[in-house]
């Protein structure tokens, strides 16, 4: 691994183009939960080939677009069959997706370490089968779009306050820009926007009035430990972004990094308040 970076001053001249791209991007997401159905979907698969390309300029750069290109089809085979409603076939299919995808590395000479292929298609399809999950049933909608609204408000609360305030270091040793402010205030901003949505659009049927604050506190923490784990893994990498795409924020993984933990909490979640039931 590379020695982490030293922390750098926050480059305000960047903000108006995060927020160009986020103008860009948000209704392209809304829109496809709001759809749900093959146009999450497919959305997502178009999202998932990018993902495994900047994936693969991490741990193949030589070959990208070979090495990419199972850990997609692996990955878009499991979101097919979730969307069919065969969610425990997908589930298995990200595994063994993952399997082929080192197996086809290895073969190839695609990859140092084969076994990053096959973490890649289980990093990406674990999240993303749990998304089309996630937005299933009547009360789809309203789980999705609280999951959204967490994961955004704890992310952009995070970065502004943090960038603001700075302060004391969450960790330095693999991200020397995030501090102890910019947790707590991505906490609390989680915890505000899952209420918010309980409270003022309980007609969506996401989780309800109390239970919506663990969301919250579950989406939020788990919306920063993805950011914290992206970190870890580009320092791995020797990499400061994942890719380029995305005029402001880096590469796509840079942008969802941390939705992709929290679709995970908040999906248990929802399991577990159906089992409750």
Known sequence: MTSSPPAKPFD?????????SAAVLIPIALGAVWLGGWWLMAVTAV????????????????APIRAATPMAAAVVLALVWAQLGYFKTAWALVPLGGLAAALFALLRGLAKRPADEAFGAIYLGAPTVALIWLRSGEAGLGWTVTLMAVAWSADSAAFIAGSALKGPKLWPRFSPNKTWSGFVAGLIAGIVAAEAIAVCLPQLGGPPHGWALIVGVVAGLATMAGDLWESMLKRRFGVKDAGSLIPGHGGLLDRVDGLMFAVLAVSAARLLLEIRR
């Open 12 to 20: 305000w001249s960047n903000l108006a183009k995060r927020v160009i």
């Open 47 to 62: 999202a998932t080939c990018f993902l495994a390309r900047e994936w693969a300029l991490m741990c193949a750069p030589d």
